[in-house]
């Protein structure tokens, strides 16, 4: 058990519906990351928040969201939903204190998420 | 961009060596990952390298060669419970965005 707690593990949804994943960092974790990861595809990073500030952006779409609240939770929203969004959503989490970069991920369970 | 590649799959046998190679070439280098993913399962650390050289965690080893771009994690005495997809990734620059190669399936055989 990494400590970071991913809500839903499944999620099945039509096209054009919106959806929200959740993300419970390691107990004392400042950052979140958000991954996608398709059968097709590796990891693709999406965005990375560092105590409630956004502080990274990848390849991520307009129709996603992402924030990180004072408890220092995150949620990932997915709107106008396409059948390509179909993936596992990873969250990630790390101490980051802002001194160290490269600090080693703790990744959740992923959320399954089936657009149909 | 990053460009990261790794094999697509590797076969072994119970308590063979394998090694997978893995070649990068990034806008900056801030260190070199080696992550274990089981089919179905978060990925989990392996190792991390930012110095060239070998580090030697128990079966599990990892090298780095800054100056040819290339990395490869060495397992050792392979057991069933290695199958599993090996994910090497690389820290391009001082903004974290750690970027992952595709993977490479290691299946380990009887």
């Known amino acids: 058990d990494s400590g970071v707690t991913q809500t839903p593990k499944h999620l099945i949804t039509a096209t054009g519906q919106r959806v929200t994943l959740r993300c419970s960092p390691r107990?004392?974790?400042?950052?979140v990351y958000w991954y996608q990861q398709s059968l097709d595809q590796g990891l693709q990073f999406l965005i990375h928040?560092?105590?409630?500030?956004?502080?990274a952006k990848g390849n991520i779409l307009e129709r996603f969201s992402a924030q990180q609240f004072p408890d220092l939770h995150s949620e990932l929203n997915l709107s106008s939903l396409e059948l390509g969004d179909s993936a596992l959503y990873f969250c990630?989490?790390?101490?980051?204190?802002?001194?160290?970069?490269?600090?080693?991920?703790?990744f959740g369970s992923g959320t399954q998420l089936s657009v149909l | 961009g990053q460009n990261i590649d790794q094999p697509t799959e590797m076969t072994a046998t119970e308590g063979a060596i394998v090694q997978i190679n893995c070649t990068y070439q990034?806008?900056?280098?801030?260190?070199l990952f080696w992550y274990q993913q089981h089919a179905g399962e978060a990925p989990t650390f392996l190792s991390y390298?930012?110095?060239?050289g070998l580090e030697e965690k128990g079966r599990f080893s990892s090298f780095l060669s800054r100056s040819k771009g290339y990395s490869y994690l060495l397992l050792k005495e392979l057991q069933m419970k290695d199958s599993a997809s090996y994910l090497c990734?690389?820290?391009?620059?001082?903004?974290?965005?750690?970027?992952f190669g595709a993977g490479t399936t290691v299946t380990v055989r009887a």
């Open positions: 928040y560092y105590n409630g500030e956004e502080r």
């Open positions: 107990s004392g974790d400042l950052s």
């Open positions: 990630a989490s790390s101490a980051r204190t802002g001194g160290s970069i490269n600090e080693k991920l703790f």
């Open positions: 390298n930012v110095l060239d």
């Open positions: 990734a690389v820290s391009p620059s001082n903004d974290y965005k750690l970027s």
């Open positions: 990034t806008s900056g280098f801030n260190g």
